[in-house]
């Protein structure tokens, strides 16, 4: 199968189904950015339950493409994020084999949110020791043939069950930080079950 996906701040597993298991792996880069989305968003398992974090960004007009997306540094909120994340899974069984390289996106500006965004999926996907080659759409089309087109469908808004393709998979359980705590928490980010199952991650999410 292909697929198209939109950019996302450390996708969710949802995501990361597809890309892991897609022929094709196709971003979009003339899409317009959309606020209150996944591109600039991820959540993870706190001590407070599912936590959000947001990268602001900096807007210039109402129709900006998202590759034009600069990221605004006037909040602290990378040392904020890696506070979050750090709290959240330094006790989880890998947190420390991969510590060292995501830090390294907490630790240094990236001023352009799409080259962000996409330096993360090629980390992870080393770490998972799964070389997969990332295409890009050349234009904008709102429909496209023979690909699963998943740009609106992965979504904040929109729940993840609707998609029975991967509703059962990705509610099957792993080990999370905080299961004494709370019930499981599916389709976290990505970093979610990275820190908590390593490249035992590749057991639930590749078929």
């Not at 950019?7 to 949802?14: D, Q, S, V």
């Not at 240094?108 to 799409?114: A, P, S, V």
């Not at 979504?155 to 999370?176: A, C, E, G, M, R």
């Amino acid at each position: 199968m292909d697929v198209l996906l939109s950019t996302a701040y450390f996708p969710n597993l949802h995501y990361f189904y597809y890309i892991l298991n897609a022929e094709t792996v196709i971003i979009e880069k003339h899409e317009h950015y959309q606020k209150q989305s996944f591109k600039n968003r991820t959540q993870i398992l706190s001590a407070n339950g599912v936590l959000n974090l947001s990268i602001p960004v900096i807007k210039n007009t109402k129709s900006q493409l998202i590759t034009e997306i600069e990221i605004c540094y006037k909040e602290n909120w990378q040392k904020n994020h890696w506070r979050a994340i750090t709290s959240a899974y330094k006790n989880s069984p890998y947190f420390e084999f991969f510590e060292d390289e995501i830090k390294q996106f907490y630790f240094f500006e990236h001023k352009n949110l799409f080259q962000y965004n996409l330096s993360q999926l090629h980390l992870i996907l080393k770490l998972l020791k799964q070389p997969k080659q990332i295409n890009f759409t050349e234009v904008f089309q709102k429909q496209i043939k023979n690909v699963i087109d998943l740009r609106e469908t992965i979504h904040p808004k929109i729940n993840f069950s609707s998609d029975l393709l991967v509703n059962n998979l990705l509610n099957t359980k792993y080990y999370q930080t905080f299961e004494s705590k709370f019930n499981f928490i599916p389709n976290l980010s990505i970093l979610d079950i990275v820190f908590n199952m390593g490249l035992n991650t590749l057991n639930l999410l590749k078929t």
